[in-house]
């Protein structure tokens, strides 16, 4: 009788699926209707336990426009009536939704309306986010703000601890632009929300 060999490991591999490969469309990151006046540009980067850039995250943003109000507007894409696929968005309606995926580096960057107050909440993005080795999706908020006194009374940034509060706070930069990075583990992590 001979003995067996014993086997060797097999490689882990990586969890799927690879966000960024089908569900980005043309003009994701353009949800503010072309030329608006109250057109803001949040951006930032992804980053993971390391501090390092994930270049394959999926974010989906949900906002209010001026008003505060959600659209209820219906989808804005138009299909190319030859191959199906998408042109883009009509540069007209804002629904509100975008979707972008992040780059080699790591960065994305959005284009809506400046959200209006809700309520008692300060002005804020939804935001989802997917990446690789996430088994479930994750949520948080953009709270936009040039003004730190108008943050003041959100339920949710009442809530939380200074040091994590400021995980949610966009930095305003010149020209209607805003920086927002993203951390998924460390020190430093955003804070993330739970929905039961």
Do not use: K
Not at 3 to 19: D, M, N
Request: glycine share 14%; charged share 20%; aromatic share 10%.
């Amino acid at each position: 009788m001979t003995s067996a060999t014993p086997a060797l490991p097999t490689p882990s591999h990586t969890i799927g699926p690879f966000y960024g490969y089908a569900l980005p469309f043309p003009g994701g990151a353009d949800i503010a209707p072309a030329g608006h006046p109250d057109t803001v540009t949040v951006h930032g980067l992804v980053l993971d336990g390391d501090g390092a850039p994930v270049p394959d995250a999926l974010l989906e943003f949900w906002g209010p426009g001026p008003d505060g109000e959600l659209p209820r507007t219906g989808g804005s894409l138009r299909r190319d009536p030859v191959t199906g696929g998408f042109l883009g968005r009509n540069g007209v309606d804002f629904t509100g939704f975008g979707r972008v995926p992040t780059d080699a580096d790591g960065h994305w960057a959005v284009r809506t309306l400046r959200p209006g107050r809700r309520g008692a909440a300060a002005p804020y993005l939804s935001v989802c986010v997917f990446a690789r080795g996430l088994t479930h999706h994750l949520f948080t908020r953009v709270y936009l703000s040039d003004d730190a006194g108008a943050t003041a009374g959100d339920p949710l940034l009442a809530a939380l601890p200074a040091e994590r509060r400021a995980t949610l706070l966009a930095a305003p930069e010149p020209h209607a632009t805003y920086r927002f990075d993203i951390r998924l583990q460390g020190a430093a992590e955003t804070v993330f929300l739970e929905f039961t």
